[in-house]
């Protein structure tokens, strides 16, 4: 499994700084590894509409796929000593971090934070590269087409669920505020497009972790001079599902 088959099935990829070189000739096993967790990964419709707090369930999953292969979350320190004497000590909590005998890889997945979180990320690597703790930074994120799509796909789950009111909602765990509420004027038939719409402003917007606000910063140099890989999640890996009955 390679980065080329990610990209036929749609997947976002992109290497900076040599970075696929670095990863093809230092870390072919774990390239591999990822390439294969990501071509398995799958989201459900469903997913994306329900409510609650916490990690979403597919992050959830896409960790657990990691994690049992040695892609394990770790606090990176970073010691400065001066005659013996520490002067200084930063701590870098990275998600996910692949050891092998050449070196260290960096890995998080920013599924629906605020598009900050990438200057966070991108920043941390650069420092741990800089002092020899990682050889490669990597980001998962939206992809492109999904991002562009989810509009569609919440619409279209709605549908198959029924919805027409706000009161269908509450089987997705989903309860709109009253600001939220009021920016949705239509009933009926019209309901739902103009719901879809809204809610994916409100939870996936612009401002949120996706493919471009990802290439914004790689445009604008932040990361520099690390190796990085930057992967999105299609449209392809959403798959319609039911709500379990009651």
Same mark, same amino acid.
């Given at each position: ?6 990209? &036929? @099935? ?14 093809? #000739? ?8 990822? %390439? ?8 459900? *419709? /469903? ?16 960790? $657990? ?11 990176? /320190?970073?010691?400065?000593?001066? *005659?013996?004497?520490? &002067? ?9 971090? $692949?050891?092998? =005998? ?17 200057? +966070? ?7 741990? =590269? ?10 998962? #994120? &939206? ?13 279209? %789950?709605?549908?198959? =669920?029924?919805? $027409? ?8 765990? @989903?309860?709109? #505020?009253?600001?939220? +509420? ?9 309901? @739902?497009?103009?719901?879809? +719409? +809204? ?9 949120? #972790? =996706?493919?471009?606000? !990802? ?10 001079? %690390?190796?990085?890989? !930057? ?6 890996? @959403?798959?319609?599902? $039911?709500?379990?009955?009651?």
């Amino acid at each position: 499994m390679s980065l080329s088959d990610l990209e &036929r @099935v749609g997947f976002d990829v992109q290497t900076v700084n040599h970075a696929l070189a670095v990863l093809t #000739t230092d870390f072919p096993e774990p390239l591999e590894e990822l %390439c294969g967790v990501l071509m398995d990964f799958r989201v459900t *419709d /469903v997913e994306l509409i329900k409510g609650g707090g916490g990690e979403a369930e597919s992050t959830q999953r896409l960790r $657990r796929s990691l994690t049992e292969r040695q892609w394990i979350k770790r606090n990176i /320190v970073i010691r400065k000593t001066v *005659d013996d004497i520490e &002067r200084a000590a930063i701590s870098h909590e990275i998600d996910h971090v $692949r050891r092998s =005998h050449e070196g260290a890889i960096a890995l998080e997945i920013e599924w629906n934070n605020k598009d900050p979180f990438f200057d +966070r990320d991108l920043e941390n690597f650069q420092r741990l =590269h800089s002092e020899g703790a990682i050889s490669v930074g990597i980001i998962v #994120t &939206r992809g492109e087409s999904l991002q562009g799509s989810m509009v569609q796909i919440v619409a279209d %789950c709605a549908v198959n =669920h029924a919805v $027409r009111s706000f009161d269908d909602l509450e089987q997705f765990n @989903v309860n709109p #505020t009253a600001r939220q +509420r009021g920016m949705v004027r239509t009933e009926g038939d019209g309901f @739902v497009a103009d719901w879809a +719409r +809204r809610f994916v402003q409100d939870k996936f917007g612009s401002a949120t #972790t =996706h493919w471009n606000k !990802l290439r914004e910063r790689i445009e604008r140099g932040v990361g520099n001079p %690390c190796p990085l890989l !930057l992967i999105g999640i299609p449209a392809t890996s @959403v798959y319609q599902d $039911r709500l379990p009955q009651a």
